[in-house]
């Protein structure tokens, strides 16, 4: 069979694929950082921090709020238990300010979502705390153009079939584009659907395996505006 398999659903990671979101991960951690400059230098401080959220990640799931629970614990690590209650109430409000981010959507990102929508089911894939997704879904003004939006807690294999079957044909007629290929491509290659990876420069590094490029249905592009292009060539 020499078409795209009867492609008829596309899901779209939201987070660094849609909008910018590690960006204000990384300056939140600088900031932190900072704050307990007494107390270590700023790589071991944040090397301190990924561990607090690798442990808590089972416990607390994605997003800001847990991330803010694992700067409060790893300040309370690093200081002996001695951290000032002047920081912590830093450390909240600068989490506070990071689920009150503006939302930047990224460049062709709106074009290529448009361009698709008619031929295509598409589906947003997102995890992370529901109330912060749900409000930068609403700022990007992108939500009308889905035909479908999940907010999951994680992202395997089974989320995808799972997805892919209540919102398409099933996984095989479906295709996942994200910048993690431990959430977006790995997963849904696994559930049988096509996998797009699009870098971003900034990827979290919990997200990080290796590409999986011997698979058939694994794909990359540089930018999501080539997505269509992608998509029309499978056809042939
Ligand atoms: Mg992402």
Do not use: C
């Amino acid at each position: 069979m020499r078409n795209n398999n009867g492609l008829t659903t596309i899901g779209f990671d939201a987070d660094d694929t849609l909008w910018q979101n590690e960006q204000f991960f990384r300056l939140t951690e600088k900031r932190f950082a900072a704050m307990l400059v007494d107390h270590g230098e700023e790589n071991q401080i944040s090397a301190r921090l990924l561990e607090a959220e690798r442990r808590n990640l089972a416990v607390y799931g994605f997003g800001i709020k847990g991330f803010t629970l694992s700067m409060i614990e790893t300040a309370i690590e690093v200081t002996d238990g001695r951290v000032p209650a002047s920081v912590i109430a830093e450390i909240l409000e600068a989490g506070r300010e990071m689920l009150s981010h503006p939302i930047e959507v990224l460049p062709n990102v709106r074009e290529t979502v448009e361009t698709l929508a008619g031929a295509y089911r598409l589906v947003l894939i997102t995890k992370g705390d529901l109330f912060d997704q749900e409000r930068k879904l609403a700022g990007s003004g992108l939500g009308d153009l889905f035909d479908a939006v999940e907010i999951v807690s994680d992202k395997n294999a089974a989320t995808y079939a799972r997805l892919f079957s209540r919102h398409g044909d099933g996984p095989a007629k479906s295709m996942m584009v994200g910048n993690s290929l431990k959430s977006d491509v790995v997963p849904a290659i696994e559930a049988g659907g096509w996998g797009v990876h699009v870098p971003h420069e900034l990827t979290w590094v919990l997200e990080h395996v290796e590409a999986p490029v011997a698979e058939p249905r694994f794909r990359q592009i540089s930018d999501l505006g080539q997505l269509p292009a992608l998509v029309e060539s499978l056809k042939n």
